[in-house]
């Protein structure tokens, strides 16, 4: 199986800050990389696609960059609405797997 | 927009089978570039992939869990199922059921989850 690697496990940012989150897979998964968001008692929703792509209705202070092994998402200037946690996920085979999340709280 | 709905047992005893079936509306299980999941999350932790299913009805199942789960497509119903034998404690989780857009796939559109407790 491909481990997926998150760090850091937990964050405390402001509102208006920039962070960046970054995952690892255990191989090369070229850029079938996919990053969610998971707010308390709601399922994940898809953020960006293919390493890069953000998905339809997906603000733009989201993106994603990497290929390869290791990858990021960066989320400029923080809205209260962005404080949830965070997973990556590898679609380059099965069993697919994903990391085991940065939860992104309020400072 | 498709929609998915989770409905099953939300309590199970030790040893017993799960049965849990995904009602598909807005979009159809037999046709386009889409794989059907189930994923789970333990209260607390982290997500895991179960299992899919094909619009044709192949599948594919996480080792961890594969001698015990059984995906099923029931395109007359549009729905698709999810059967785990010998449930234990370690299986108590949030069970959701995931579309999976095609070629690798995306989970785009997700159920709201169903809570499956392992108890006596």
């Known amino acids: 199986d491909i481990q997926m690697t998150q760090s850091p496990s937990s964050l405390s940012a402001s509102v208006g800050d920039r962070v960046i989150i970054t995952c690892r897979a255990s191989?090369?998964?070229?850029?079938?990389l996919n990053w969610y968001q998971q707010k308390l008692g709601q399922a994940p929703k898809l953020l960006i696609h293919?390493?890069?792509t953000l998905q339809s209705g997906v603000p733009s202070r989201f993106s994603g960059s990497g290929s390869g092994t290791d990858f990021t998402l960066t989320i400029t200037s923080l809205q209260p609405d962005d404080f949830a946690t965070y997973y990556c996920?590898?679609?380059?085979?099965?069993?697919?797997?994903f990391g085991h999340g940065t939860k992104l709280e309020i400072k | 927009q498709v929609r998915l709905q989770e409905s099953g047992p939300g309590l199970v005893k030790p040893s017993q089978t799960l049965s849990l079936t995904c009602s598909v509306s807005?979009?159809?299980?037999?046709?386009?570039?889409?794989?059907w999941n189930w994923i789970r999350q333990p209260a607390g932790q982290g997500l895991e992939w179960i299992g899919r299913?094909?619009?044709?009805?192949?599948?594919n199942y996480n080792p961890s869990l594969k001698s015990r789960v059984t995906i099923s497509l029931d395109t007359s119903k549009n729905q698709f199922s999810l059967k785990v034998n010998s449930m234990t404690a370690a299986d108590t989780a949030v069970y959701y059921c995931?579309?999976?857009?095609?070629?690798?796939?995306?989970?785009?559109?997700w159920g709201q989850g169903t809570l499956v407790i392992v108890s006596s």
């Open positions: 191989q090369s998964i070229t850029t079938y």
């Open positions: 807005r979009g159809s299980v037999s046709s386009g570039d889409y794989y």
């Open positions: 996920q590898q679609s380059y085979n099965t069993p697919y797997t």
């Open positions: 293919a390493a890069s």
């Open positions: 299913i094909s619009t044709t009805g192949d599948t």
């Open positions: 995931v579309r999976g857009l095609l070629p690798n796939p995306t989970f785009d559109s």
